[in-house]
């Protein structure tokens, strides 16, 4: 079913996503050493990472990242003991044939099918990895821009070494995608990550035709004959995030396909998409009003560098050097809240998101 808000983790249930889908299982079975996949927020990423790891038929730790702790090895320990423990629980044989291996490795103990990681020793993971490498493991890591930091560095160092001394597949997702390329230190010679080259993977919003197709199959599948003009105020509305295709069909499926459900999808929508932008605010205190200033300025179309910035100095009624907005422009367009369009000489720049956008024009 499309209309199905969890994680698919089958062919059948992905819209759409065939190339994307055999690029990745190519790479997975070329068994290289780093593929990034990345997309801003509801694109689908996680969905099309599971259905191609379930089909590639190689055992796979799939380590959620976020809201972790990026300054706490420990958290970054216990995400990847969870999602060990959970792949372990479904495949006891393989916990067989791992156990002898696993008892060996300071810092680790085992108690029935479940293995629990000591985050004193930063050897400990390291020789962890190497005994799942035997087996042929996939190791992903869902949102590993969130692990910034020391944790981050440490987690970057990791892969840094199995790509140079291993045969283990890193696959990494990212919604934010200039942190992500900060986490792969593209443009850092320091970075741990620097250098090394990875197969990116790219996904991107439903075109207009395909988001009214993604509606009716969804309708389709649920036996609901949806109007059509309903359906095209959903797509003017909500653009081709499929997240959020996926939440109209939900909404509409329980309560009845209407314009109404349009509205009341954006409400619901537009909490999460706050929360978010709160997060990213909370991490920096000092500057939250002006990035505010600045996402509300976009929403209601003053979207230029000229107009932003007057809207800046009108707000603190003093003039902003160029190298603040930049700074405080990069920051959003690291974090995918907004993109930058050029056309010509004309630069532009928009929320990323039309949920957050609607949120943000109230």
């Known amino acids: 079913m499309y209309f199905d808000e969890r994680p698919k983790s089958r062919r059948e249930d992905l819209y759409d996503r065939e190339r994307e889908l055999e690029e990745m299982l190519t790479s997975i079975e070329h068994q290289k050493p780093l593929v990034v996949l990345k997309g801003i927020r509801r694109l689908g990423k996680t969905s099309l990472l599971r259905v191609a790891l379930n089909e590639v038929k190689k055992p796979h730790v799939i380590v959620d990242l976020r809201g972790v702790n990026p300054n706490s090895r420990r958290d970054l320990y216990l995400r990847f003991q969870s999602a060990l423990n959970e792949y372990l629980s479904k495949n006891a044989p393989l916990f067989g044939r791992l156990k002898d291996k696993l008892k060996l490795i300071d810092g680790v103990s085992l108690s029935g099918i479940r293995v629990s990681l000591s985050w004193k020793n930063p ?3 390291y020789s962890l990895i190497s005994a799942l490498e035997g087996e042929g493991f996939v190791i992903a890591f869902d949102e590993v821009q969130e692990a910034r930091g020391p944790a981050g560095k440490e987690l970057a160092s990791l892969i840094a070494h199995f790509y140079d001394y291993g045969d283990t597949t890193f696959i ?14 593209v443009e850092n010679p320091d970075a741990p990550l620097y250098g090394r080259v990875f197969h990116e993977i790219e996904l991107s919003r439903f075109s207009r035709g395909q988001s009214l197709d993604f509606l009716r199959k969804g309708f389709e599948q649920a036996g609901v004959d949806a109007p059509e003009e309903v359906l ?3 797509v003017d509305r909500l653009d081709g995030i499929v997240g959020w295709l996926v939440k109209f069909g939900v909404v509409s499926l329980r309560e009845g396909v209407g314009e109404e459900v349009i509205d009341k999808v954006l409400e619901e929508a537009s909490k ?3 929360a978010e932008l709160k997060r990213f605010l909370e991490k920096r ?4 009003r002006r990035y505010l200033t600045i996402l509300r300025a976009i929403a209601s179309g003053k979207n230029t560098w000229s107009e932003l910035k007057r809207e800046l100095e009108a707000k603190e009624k003093r003039k902003i050097e160029d190298a603040v907005l930049a700074r405080l ?4 367009l690291k974090a995918s809240f907004i993109e930058k369009r050029i056309e010509g000489r004309n630069v532009t720049y928009h929320i990323a998101d039309p949920v957050l956008e609607f949120a943000l024009s109230k």
């Open 123 to 125: 050897e400990t993971l």
């Open 329 to 332: 422009l990069n920051a959003l």
């Open 232 to 234: 095209e105020k959903a």
């Open 172 to 185: 990494l997702t990212g919604s934010e995608i200039g942190l992500l390329y900060d986490f792969l230190g």
């Open 272 to 274: 999460l998409a706050l």
């Open 285 to 288: 205190p000092l500057a939250r």
